[in-house]
């Protein structure tokens, strides 16, 4: 394919691929490789530096990896890790209740499963049809959105009113707020026939080594089975069991959250 027919994320995609291979390339040599001119060129470069993806090294005449580069890899190979670490706890848990356990990461504007463990319980959800829902209408999502910053969340849901795929989905924006102030309260997040009909769940954070949340274990059953005494006990064995996947991933037990809420 020539450099004429490329679009333009084509072009910069081969570009950072290029930098797999070489410490450094210079316009002229991205001009060849993309097979396009030398100004061409130079933009496809100068759009990949003000994104961060590349840098111009000290002299202005050849780029390198920006940090933008390094932080997604670096990013991917941090996921990696922690689904490898966390498969086995993942399991342990589902080994002790009839229930579907998910670990849950965020990729705007979804929420993406990473690893799904089940015993006794049939299978309610697949992978497909989670990240196919809106994230407030899932416990997990409910548990990454409040980790986020007010600007993201209003970027994320500019009107008031939102999207609903069950009977009981969070309608408003106004409505989703109240419940995010209350994940951050307490720490974990529910949900009873809002993401699918039937189905509830609870999740809880999994947090980094500094604090950060990177992801959310999620506990999912029939909602026949749901009492509220039967999700305090599902909400206490998740949080151990995030612990332990923090403890594994960085040495260090995240602090106490508060005890679930028995009213």
């Not at 933009?43 to 050849?62: H, I």
């Not at 980790?147 to 009107?159: I, T």
């Not at 707020?177 to 769940?201: C, I, K, N, P």
Request: charged content about 20%; proline content about 5%.
């Amino acid at each position: 394919m020539s450099g004429a027919t490329l679009s333009s994320a084509q072009k910069a995609l081969r570009a950072l691929k290029a930098l797999q291979r070489t410490p450094s390339l210079s316009v002229t040599e991205v001009a060849h490789l993309l097979d396009v001119s030398p100004s061409s060129a130079h933009r496809v470069l100068a759009t990949l530096v003000a994104e961060g993806f590349v840098r111009q090294q000290d002299d202005g005449r050849r780029y390198e990896a920006g940090h933008g580069l390094i932080d997604i890899a670096l990013t991917a190979v941090s996921h990696v890790k922690l689904r490898r670490l966390a498969h086995r706890h993942l399991q342990e848990l589902s080994d002790h209740l009839p229930a579907q356990v998910w670990l849950i990461h965020l990729d705007l504007p979804r929420a993406l499963s990473w690893d799904l463990c089940w015993s006794t319980a049939a299978v309610l959800a697949t992978p497909d049809v989670v990240s196919s829902r809106p994230l407030h209408s899932l416990a997990s999502g409910k548990v990454l959105l409040s980790a986020l910053s007010q600007k993201d969340l209003d970027r994320l849901y500019p009107e008031d009113h939102l999207p609903v795929c069950a009977k009981r989905t969070i309608a408003s924006k106004h409505g989703l707020t109240r419940e995010l102030t209350l994940v951050r309260q307490f720490g974990y997040a529910v949900q009873v026939d809002e993401s699918l009909d039937g189905t509830s769940a609870v999740a809880v954070p999994i947090y980094s080594g500094n604090g950060d949340v990177i992801a959310a274990l999620a506990v999912t059953g029939p909602t026949s089975d749901y009492t509220r005494s039967a999700a305090l006990q599902r909400v206490r064995l998740a949080r151990r069991t995030a612990d332990r996947i923090c403890l594994d991933l960085s040495g260090t037990s995240p602090d106490s959250a508060p005890a679930p809420a028995e009213g």
